[in-house]
């Protein structure tokens, strides 16, 4: 199952204290392919090295992803800017047009555009969405 990630759920889910570390431990463990672009990647590092301000962490994270064998890169060809009032979001949704993702995961309300788009088709979902897709239970379960 092809995912894409938007930054603030990625970079959020690392941490073992985040309530939605399950969304990185389910990357580790293989259960879902994230698809990812140069430019995706970039904003992935420059935002772990401004909330950890090191860049040794940021290298270290993005190493891990490009090394894991469900990662895919992805080259995009067209900008559909489907993203009108946040137009650096539209980078994740081009991704996911790419690469045929099933979901766009993200908290950011920016992406509720795309349900009243008929095509192309992007589902964008919450990870708690996305985290009863992929058939893991809560803590408290």
């Not at 401004?50 to 993005?62: G, K, R, S, W």
């Not at 469900?70 to 060809?77: F, L, Y």
């Not at 009032?85 to 979901?103: G, L, P, R, T």
């Not at 908290?107 to 964008?124: G, M, Q, R, T």
Request: aromatic content about 10%; hydrophobic content about 40%; overall charge negative.
């Amino acid at each position: 199952m092809n995912i894409v990630v938007d930054t603030n759920v990625l970079l959020t889910s690392i941490s073992r204290k985040s309530k939605i570390h399950w969304v990185f431990r389910a990357l580790l463990d293989g259960k879902y392919t994230l698809c990812v672009t140069t430019e995706i990647l970039n904003e992935y590092a420059e935002i772990l090295e401004q909330n950890h301000h090191n860049p040794l962490y940021a290298d270290t994270i993005l190493k891990t992803l490009l090394n894991l064998p469900n990662i895919k890169r992805v080259h995009t060809s067209f900008r559909w800017n489907l993203i009108p009032n946040d137009a650096d979001d539209n980078k994740f949704v081009d991704c996911a047009i790419a690469c045929n993702a099933s979901y766009l995961v993200s908290y950011d309300k920016h992406f509720k555009v795309l349900a009243k788009i008929e095509f192309p088709k992007v589902n964008a979902i919450k990870p708690e969405e996305f985290q009863e897709i992929l058939g893991i239970s809560k803590p408290d379960e």
